[in-house]
């Protein structure tokens, strides 16, 4: 009698809980984004819900030597692009384009010691951690491809976080 009675006890109990879960998880407000997070290098990127199914490509900016003749890197190192999900090879869309540095770059490029582009400003800082710089390309959307006022949107609300 006292085993069916503790059977029920802790069955109630084990309702009551679930009943409970089910109201908390009823009563949590609805996610507004998501989230891109780069393990290597440590950075996440905070994205809106319409970003959802977004991809990721990897490539490699190559810095040049100032006053060289152009032809021989003088540093290199990873570009990443996260893509919106209407992008397409057929309709490209604006894409967030993030520059990773190394500490040392970073300073060497604020030194003028390299350069990335032919613009007239360099990158600009997104955020850093202890090995690495995070930059945005100047000029990433002077083509004004679809979607460029979302992504300058994204980038005014400060996206990225290090870690």
Do not use: C
Not at 16 to 22: H, R, S, T, W
Not at 53 to 77: F, K
């Amino acid at each position: 009698m006292k085993k069916h009675l503790l059977v029920r006890i802790i069955a109630v109990i084990i309702l009551l809980a679930a009943v409970f879960y089910v109201g908390w998880l009823k009563s949590q407000p609805p996610p507004t984004s998501i989230e891109y997070k780069n393990t290597d290098y440590g950075f996440t990127v905070t994205l809106p819900l319409s970003w959802q199914g977004y991809t990721v490509s990897a490539d490699r900016w190559t810095g040049y030597a100032i006053g060289g003749t152009g032809d021989v890197a003088a540093a290199t190192g990873p570009f990443i692009s996260i893509h919106n999900p209407r992008w397409t090879g057929a309709n490209t869309y604006q894409d967030i384009p993030i520059y990773v540095f190394t500490i040392s770059q970073w300073a060497d490029l604020q030194a003028e010691k390299f350069h990335i582009s032919a613009a007239p400003i360099g990158p600009s800082e997104l955020g850093r951690n202890a090995k690495y710089v995070f930059a945005l390309p100047a000029r990433y959307n002077f083509a004004f491809p679809s979607g460029y006022e979302e992504v300058e949107r994204i980038m005014q609300s400060k996206p990225l976080t290090a870690f």
